[in-house]
């Protein structure tokens, strides 16, 4: 799965998207709108993927309200969504505060489904 390809897209999909990473696997990539200013390092990013996606074992779990299609977080200064990428991957994705975050997520979901296994 090329991460790099899929992050690009993301990021061209929406001028609200800051932020892309993705991890799949044991890959890993991540890619920032030129020009923003980054709010956390690599390092922080990686860590904020594993933590989403333990988080996103815990969601899968609850069966009876039925498979989890994305999860929205809102921060001070950005929106966070977070999207499965099949089996074995997760997107992470940080908007503007004010960006609309469903319309947003939905194109998240149709590229997640795109390049799903």
Aim: hydrophobic letters at 40%; aromatic letters at 6%.
């Amino acid at each position: 799965m090329n991460l790099e390809k899929i992050c690009e897209e993301i990021i061209q999909s929406d001028a609200d998207i800051l932020m892309v990473a993705m991890s799949y696997r044991t890959d890993f990539h991540y890619r920032e709108r030129a020009g923003t200013k980054s709010l956390q390092t690599k390092e922080a990013i990686e860590k904020s993927l594993a933590d989403a996606s333990l988080r996103w074992v815990t969601r899968r779990s609850h069966r009876t309200l039925g498979e989890p299609l994305y999860a929205m977080a809102k921060y001070e200064k950005v929106k966070r969504i977070t999207v499965p990428l099949g089996r074995y991957g997760i997107i992470l994705c940080t908007i503007l505060p004010d960006s609309d975050a469903e319309k947003i997520a939905l194109k998240l979901i149709k590229t997640a489904k795109k390049y799903s296994d």
